[in-house]
C-alpha cells in the first residue's frame, strides 16, 4: 500500500516532532537537521503513548513504551481508515486527560499526523478551524496541506465517515 504522497514541494520538517498542545506532539519519521541534510526521527521512551501512522524499523519507541499502529495513505480515507482515525484521536485525547505524553507521528509529520492531531484537539474541545490552526503553528506552515485532511476535519470525522461509506457501500 502507498501510504505518502509524493512530489508535493513541501519542505521536510525543521524538528522530529513538536507540542501542539500540553502533553499532545506531533511528529515524523524523518526531518531536516541544521545543515538541511535528512535525519531519522528516532523516538526512544520520550513518550508515554506512540501512534505510528507510518512506521520504519528503527525508528522506535523502545521495548515499554504504548506503541499503537495505524498504517494510513495520505490520500482519500476509506470508512474504515476514518474510523480507525477517529479511535486513535479519542485514545490520544484519554491519554492527554490522564497527563500522559502522546506522540502521533507519520512520515513527516504533517498530513496523517495532523489530522489525528486535529481531531484530539476537537475532541479536547477546540473548534476544526482552531485545531487546523494550531497544528500548523505549532508544527509547520506545510501541516494539513492534504486538503482532503482539512476537509475531513471541517466536515467532521463521523459525517465523512459516512459519506466514505456510501461510496464504497460499507
Avoid at 498542545?21 to 526512544?44: I, N, T, Y
Avoid at 509529520?109 to 477546540?126: D, F, K, M, P, W
Avoid at 478551524?129 to 497544528?135: K, Q
Avoid at 494539513?144 to 476535519?153: A, D, M, S, V, W
Wanted: hydrophobic share 40%.
Amino acid at each position: 500500500m502507498k501510504t505518502r504522497q509524493r512530489d508535493r514541494g513541501t519542505p521536510e520538517p525543521q524538528a522530529p516532532w513538536n507540542e501542539v498542545s500540553p502533553r499532545l506532539w506531533m511528529g515524523g519519521h524523518f526531518w531536516a537537521g541544521p545543515e538541511g541534510d535528512v535525519q531519522a526521527a528516532v523516538v526512544g521512551a520520550e513518550f508515554d503513548l506512540v501512534i505510528s501512522l507510518f512506521t520504519r524499523p528503527g525508528h522506535g519507541p523502545t521495548p515499554g513504551v504504548d506503541h499503537l499502529i495505524s498504517e494510513i495513505p495520505d490520500s482519500p480515507l476509506t470508512a474504515e481508515h476514518l474510523h480507525s482515525v477517529r479511535q486513535l484521536a479519542v485514545t490520544a485525547t484519554e491519554a492527554v486527560r490522564n497527563e500522559r505524553t502522546v506522540l502521533v507521528r507519520c512520515h513527516s509529520g504533517y498530513n496523517r499526523s495532523g489530522l489525528v492531531v486535529a481531531q484530539t484537539l476537537i475532541e479536547l474541545g477546540q473548534d476544526p478551524a482552531t485545531a487546523i490552526a494550531l497544528v500548523r503553528q505549532r508544527r509547520s506552515p506545510w501541516a494539513l496541506n492534504n486538503r482532503t485532511f482539512e476537509q475531513y476535519l471541517t466536515t467532521g470525522l463521523d459525517v465523512a465517515h459516512l459519506l466514505a461509506g456510501l461510496e464504497t457501500g460499507t
